[in-house]
């Protein structure tokens, strides 16, 4: 193996995930999909018994969908931001990590658009936010917070899309090459007659390099619109403008935990510890790092913009929040979110492997914390005491919600069979970078 031709050995290496699936996978596979069939069931019940089924009452009318919605929004805007940018400052080591990445990206918006839907209760009505010529004579509510996310989402969605694609292309076209029958004939059509001659090189390379700055600016002011579905509001705990860039720091924070939990199965399973290196994790965790800085810095902020206002609503909010009937929710999000990823200073634990996964698991439920304890402490303890009420999550709205998730994983464990889950093409371009590296950092075919 020693004496192999590495750029063989990445394209053998690579394809080599994409053979027959294992026992295990099937079993992963069989349980996420279970998870998205009993989902389906219970939004199906839901839509039978009426929304009242999920949970939600006066005054709590945003309550685990839309939380579950901003969480995956979040989840999405980190992969593309964190793949386009180290593309643009050309950083080597997001090689092996990119094209998870950019999947992660793409999964979690098509999961995080199914909740506005499950939402509006009604889901054969949701036509009625596109913007479209129709008989009705009715015109979009440029005013409602949906349509915002209707346009922000949807246009992120596109960019995010077209910028995975695109570096999956090369990829196609090498398993094509090696494959026969109708898996020939499926990657034909999906490789777009690529054939790699420096013309197409050319041409890839500006394409990439216009989507990657494109995708960069879109991710921040995308999810400064969805935090404007709050900030633009009156409710105590939102009407804030530190949320825009409260909720970029959270998207990239939690997206970032999330590329490590896909990375550390992905790279035992697949054996690719060659490729995906302790390296790729310490840099992750140094991300982690400073994102958490930031997100302790916005709480900090938050209660003492409330303390330093003197509005008694403000005030009262942020305090029930921290010491009400939420308090152990709030506390637990804050040792996830500001305390634990402290531990990163420490090289031994950012070089762990299995420390950095476990820390990363607990980043993402403390970020989902945050989201529903932003969303429900400020709609349950408003300006009126006579309509203060607490809100519990019942059977339907978990179902569901364990149903996104499993959306989520299952369509990431299609992806890493059908096409390869780290970029051949860049792995093998970073290896003649080492031998004979080019200027520029520009690509050859």
């Known amino acids: 193996m020693k004496n192999k031709d590495p750029l063989i050995s990445v394209e053998d290496a690579m394809l080599k995930t994409l053979k027959r699936p294992s026992p295990k996978y099937l079993l992963a596979l069989a349980f996420t999909s279970g998870c998205v069939l009993f989902g389906a069931l219970a939004w199906a019940y839901q839509i039978f018994i009426g929304i009242g089924a999920s949970g939600k009452r006066h005054p709590v009318m945003w309550a685990l969908y839309i939380t579950n919605f901003v969480f995956w929004v979040g989840i999405a805007h980190s992969g593309t931001l964190i793949s386009a940018i180290l593309y643009l400052f050309r950083a080597k080591w997001r090689t092996s990590i990119s094209r998870a990445a950019e999947a992660m990206t793409v999964f979690a918006i098509m999961t995080a658009g199914l909740f506005p839907l499950i939402h509006l209760g009604r889901v054969w009505k949701f036509y009625w936010l596109i913007p479209y010529p129709n008989q009705r004579g009715l015109w979009i509510n ?21 910028f995975f694609y695109l570096g999956l292309i090369p990829d196609i076209a090498l398993i094509r090459d090696r494959s026969t029958g109708l898996r020939k004939t499926f990657y034909s059509i999906l490789s777009l007659g690529w054939s790699g001659s420096s013309n197409q090189w050319w041409h890839y390379n500006k394409a990439y390099l216009l989507l990657a700055g494109i995708a960069t600016p879109l991710v921040i002011s995308v999810h400064s619109v969805v935090s404007w579905d709050f900030a633009m509001s009156i409710v105590p705990g939102w009407h804030s403008t530190i949320f825009a860039p409260y909720f970029v720091a959270g998207a990239v924070f939690s997206g970032t935990a999330m590329i490590i939990m896909l990375l550390v199965p992905l790279r035992k399973a697949f054996h690719l510890e060659e490729y995906i290196t302790i390296y790729n994790f310490e840099n992750l965790a140094k991300v982690l790092i400073f994102m958490s800085l ?91 005491p006579y309509v203060w009420r607490t809100y519990h999550p019942t059977i339907i709205d978990c179902t569901i919600t364990m149903g996104g998730l499993g959306f989520f994983l299952t369509l990431f464990l299609v992806f890493v069979k059908v096409f ?10 970073s290896i003649i970078d080492k031998i004979s590296p080019l200027p520029g950092g520009e690509r050859e075919g």
């Open 142 to 162: 440029f005013k409602s917070p949906l349509i915002w996310d209707v346009f922000a989402v949807t246009t992120y969605f596109l960019v995010s899309l077209f």
């Open 294 to 384: 930031i997100i302790t810095y916005s709480y900090t902020m938050e209660f003492f913009t409330a303390w330093y206002s003197n509005n008694i609503f403000e005030q009262e909010t942020f305090y029930w929040r921290a010491f009400g009937f939420y308090k152990n929710l709030f506390w637990f999000m804050f040792i996830c979110n500001s305390i634990l990823p402290l531990l990163f200073f420490l090289k031994k634990v950012r070089r762990n492997i299995g420390a950095v996964f476990l820390i990363a698991v607990f980043i993402n439920i403390g970020m989902w914390l945050e989201r529903f304890i932003i969303i429900v402490t400020s709609l349950a303890h408003d300006f009126d």
């Open 420 to 429: 390869p889950a780290v970029s051949i093409s860049e792995t093998r371009h």
